[in-house]
């Protein structure tokens, strides 16, 4: 897991080959303006998906991992967002099969940790961070970036 200002975005390049593709990608749109929903930047490579939603409470919010994408959750406006984070390898309650289609697991583990995201920040989710998005109150606008492993 890695949360930073977009200003620092250049010093995650090496982590994927992807991820400075996607970082570029990103800044040729104004996401203030972008339809909720989902928006192919490079194909199934590379794409966003814009959500504007309210934020729920700790206890709503679960634990999910990815196989296939790199997450780049980018907040764009709105309220501070919090995530829940813990180790996937540690994780041993899995709520259902994992959802090849959408890539996607959840679990009923409690997170390790919190930590909160302001406007014009990003967090960066590996495969192997379980992450419980979507934590605060209020309403939000962000882009999360999937970025093919």
Request: charged share 25%; aromatic share 10%.
């Amino acid at each position: 897991m890695i949360l930073d200002s977009l200003k620092n975005c250049a010093a995650y390049y090496g982590l994927s080959p992807r991820i400075q593709q996607a970082f570029e990608l990103f800044a040729q749109v104004d996401w203030t303006k972008a339809e909720a929903g989902v928006h192919e930047l490079d194909g199934r490579t590379i794409f966003a998906n814009v959500q504007v939603r309210g934020l729920k409470t700790k206890e709503e919010a679960k634990l999910e991992v990815h196989d296939k994408y790199i997450d780049i959750q980018i907040l764009i406006e709105g309220a501070d967002e919090a995530f829940g984070w813990a180790d996937r390898a540690q994780l041993t309650q899995p709520k259902g099969e994992f959802n090849t289609e959408k890539d996607i697991l959840f679990y009923e583990d409690e997170p390790q940790t919190y930590y909160t995201m302001r406007p014009g920040q990003f967090t960066i989710l590996l495969p192997a961070d379980a992450h419980a998005p979507l934590v605060g109150e209020g309403e939000i606008r962000k882009v999360i970036l999937k970025v093919l492993v």
